[in-house]
């Protein structure tokens, strides 16, 4: 029976674009700017974002899927890490 039945396909076409959001945050992580943009696809998105963030540390988003986060040279993230030692779990 699913044989017979044929849906229809609807194509994109190739000058479509997609929404995507744009936050910058401030060094102390409160957002200082949220921009909705459109782009005809992740590549696009990422460099239009980077052009945003203005030197901030930005995410860009599309839905609810993490696309790309760009950070600063001068505004890293996390300065250094250290391992933990080895530990048993407790309360498992």
């Given at each position: 029976m699913a044989?017979?039945?044929k849906f229809p396909v609807?194509?994109?076409s190739r000058h479509a674009r997609r929404a995507y959001q744009?936050?910058?945050f401030a060094?102390?992580?409160g957002?200082?700017?949220s921009r909705i943009i459109t782009a005809r696809d992740d590549v696009d998105a990422k460099r239009q974002a980077a052009d945003l963030a203005a030197g901030d540390r930005a995410e860009l988003w599309?839905?609810?899927r993490l696309v790309a986060v760009i950070c600063a040279i001068e505004n890293p993230i996390a300065t250094s890490i250290r391992l933990l030692a080895d530990r048993?779990?407790?309360g498992l």
């Open positions: 044989d017979l039945i609807i194509r994109r744009v936050h910058r060094q102390s992580g957002v200082i700017a599309a839905g609810p048993p779990p407790t």
